[in-house]
């Protein structure tokens, strides 16, 4: 059974970066999509980025395009989402997750395995 863990967040100031892993195990995600999306206090999950299997296409919301940078090692099973110039805006439990069906998608309902989260949060 496929499993994903995140790691990488924690407390940073405005203006900070963090590198958030997404590492998975039970299946090897070379031929899927992945994702990290977002989830605020009292907010609906969104999406943040997504990642075609080859790496060669990405897509970002608009509230952390130039940014973030989403990148796959494929070899090592895993996912990163690099956050520079963070702001109180991006606190919130970022999530990793993987579209079996093979479609890169903003939408939350296309992905079926989801990791636990971990939490950024930025302060002013």
């Known amino acids: 059974q496929l499993q994903l863990v995140e790691s990488g967040g924690g407390l940073v100031q405005a203006g900070g970066s963090l590198r958030l892993s997404c590492a998975a195990s039970g299946r090897t995600l070379s031929s899927y999509p992945m994702a990290w999306f977002r989830q605020a206090p009292g907010k609906e999950r969104e999406f943040i980025a997504g990642?075609?299997?080859?790496?060669?296409?990405?897509l970002y919301s608009d509230s952390v395009k130039d940014r973030f940078t989403i990148s796959r090692d494929n070899a090592k099973n895993t996912v990163y989402l690099q956050m520079n110039s963070l702001n109180p805006e991006d606190t919130g439990v970022y999530c990793c997750?993987?579209?079996?069906?093979?479609?890169?998608?903003?939408?939350?309902?296309?992905?079926?395995?989801w990791g636990q989260g971990t939490q950024v949060t930025v302060s002013p």
């Open positions: 997750a993987v579209a079996p069906a093979g479609l890169l998608s903003r939408r939350v309902t296309d992905y079926t395995y």
């Open positions: 990642i075609k299997w080859t790496g060669a296409s990405a």
